[in-house]
């Protein structure tokens, strides 16, 4: 029951990562287009929040590299989401942070099925 339990959390993460990534890489292309489109960093704070929902319940029971993954990734998530909330300067650390959360989760969802 919990390797299910934690599949659901890896495949949250997965999802949710791809996502936030997927959106940080193509809003600042439609931004160009005159649709009146403009850059909410509240969305990104949304899509972190998920992911560290997903981490909190999975990093206690997985290994020291993918909790590290974790962890190193969420930090710079959350530093950039927050620099960009209160300082409004867009740090690249989001995309880093998001390829590093979709490693750790699919990392961790290889270990459950062995």
Do not use: Q
């Not at 959390?9 to 791809?18: C, K, M, N, P, Q």
């Not at 949304?46 to 997903?54: E, K, R, T």
């Amino acid at each position: 029951m919990k390797k299910t339990t934690m599949a659901l959390y890896d495949i949250l993460g997965i999802s949710s990562a791809t996502i936030c990534l997927v959106h940080c890489l193509l809003f600042p292309l439609l931004t160009i287009l005159p649709l009146g489109l403009t850059h909410n960093p509240f969305i990104d704070l949304v899509f972190a929040s998920i992911g560290l929902f997903a981490i909190l319940k999975i990093i206690k029971k997985s290994n020291l590299l993918v909790s590290s993954i974790f962890i190193i990734s969420m930090a710079m998530i959350w530093i950039s989401v927050l620099v960009d909330i209160f300082l409004e300067i867009h740090l690249d650390w989001i995309f880093f942070g998001g390829i590093g959360m979709i490693v750790g989760h699919f990392l961790n969802y290889k270990s459950h099925k062995r």
